[in-house]
C-alpha cells in the first residue's frame, strides 16, 4: 500500500508575525489620527469661512447636506435630496472652501494629481477669503485610479511626526460657533461680618465695575450659615447679602449664590473665621457626637456628622430638616431675584470645605502639607 504524504506549513518565527500584526495596528491607528485631524480642520474651515452651520459633532451627511443646500439643493430631513431647476442637465458643482494646511497641501498632493482633462473649475462668484473648489468629473473606473492615497499607505506620518504637526494645528483651538459658555467670578468671603453686615460698599462697587469691564456674565457669592442663623434656631438674617445682591443688580451682573453649611477661616475671609452657628457649637459641647471622631476620639467641628441627618437633636430638628429650613428662608426672602432672572444657580455645600466627604488632614488638628523641606 502507497502511504499518502500530507504537507504542512509551518510559521518558523511566530513570534516576528506577532510582531508585525502589533505594527499593523499601530499603523492603523496612526491612520485613522491622519484622518480624523484632517477631517477636523476641514469642518474648523467650513465653520470659520464658510459660515457653514454644522453641529459639534458633525458626520459625513452633515457636511453633505451643507454643502447641498449651499449649492442651492433641497435637503430633506431623511435625507432626499434635489434641486428645483428648469436645466435638468446641468452639473452642479459645489462651492465651498480650501483649508490650507501642511498636511493638505502636501501629503495628499498626489492623490489629487487629475489630468487636466477631467477636471472642472467652479467659476462662480465667491467671498475674496474663499477659494474655488475643484470638482473631479471621473468615472467608476477612474475613481480607483486616482483614489489611492497616503493616508491608506505604510508611508503614512510616524506618531513624531504626528505629534509635531499637532502642536502647530491652530484651528484645533478656534472655538467660533461652539455653544457660549458664560463667566462667574467668584467674590471674597470676607464682605459680610458675622452680624450680617455688608463691610466696605465702595470697595464692593469698585470691584464690581472692574468685573464689569471685563465682560464678565456674573458674579459668585457664598451665603454662610454661620452667619445666616447665628443668633438662634429658626431666626434668620439675610440683610448684609440683601445689600450686596442689590449692588451686584445695579451692574445687572447675574448672581450664583453657594450656601454653605460648614465653617470657614481660610485666607480670603478677611482674617474672620466663620464658624457654625453658636446654638449648634453649644449643643455640640454637651453633645460631641453630631461631629465626626476620627479613631483617637479627636472632633472635627467643620461640619456636622452625617448621622445627625435624621435624629432630632438639633433643638428638636434633625440635620436635614435645619438644612431644607435654611433653604427654603432664603427662597423665600430672594423670590423676588429669582423672578427677575437676577439669580441664576444655587450650590449647596456640605461637608468640610463644602464637599461630601469624610473631614480628613484637619489642619485644626495639627496636620501640614507635607511638602519639600529644604
Known sequence: MGASTVTTTVNSNPRGSRKEREKEKERTKLRERHRRAITSRMLAGLRQYGNFPLPARADMNDVLAALARDAGWTVRADGTTFRQSTSSSKLAVYPGTSVETPLSTNSLKPSLDFPSSILRIDDGPSPASLDSVVVPLIGPTEIEKYSVSPIDSRDCLEADQLMQEGHNIDDEFNFIGTTYVPVYVMLGTGLINKFC??????????????????????????????????????????????????????????????????????????GIPI????????????????????????????CLSWGVDKER??????????????????????????????????????????????PSFSEKMGWNYPGIVL
Open 197 to 270: 453686615q455688608l463691610i466696605d460698599r465702595d470697595a464692593v462697587r469698585k470691584e464690581l465695575r472692574l468685573l464689569k469691564s471685563l465682560h464678565v456674565d456674573g458674579v459668585f457669592v457664598d451665603c454662610w450659615w454661620g452667619i445666616v442663623e447665628s443668633q438662634g434656631p429658626q431666626q434668620y438674617c439675610w440683610s448684609g447679602y440683601r445689600e450686596l445682591f442689590n449692588i451686584i443688580h445695579e451692574f445687572e451682573l447675574k448672581l450664583q449664590v453657594g450656601l454653605a453649611f460648614h465653617e470657614y477661616g481660610g485666607n480670603d475671609s478677611g
Open 275 to 302: 464658624p457654625l452657628p453658636q446654638w449648634v457649637v453649644d449643643i455640640g459641647k454637651e453633645n460631641k457626637d453630631i461631629f465626626f471622631t476620627d479613631r483617637e476620639g479627636r472632633r472635627n467641628t467643620e
Open 313 to 358: 437633636v438639633l433643638k428638636g430638628r434633625t440635620g436635614a430638616e435645619v438644612y431644607y429650613d435654611v433653604m427654603r428662608s432664603f427662597r423665600t426672602e430672594f423670590d423676588d431675584m429669582f423672578i427677575e432672572g437676577l439669580i441664576s444657580g444655587v450650590e449647596i455645600g456640605l461637608g468640610p470645605s463644602g464637599e461630601l466627604k469624610y
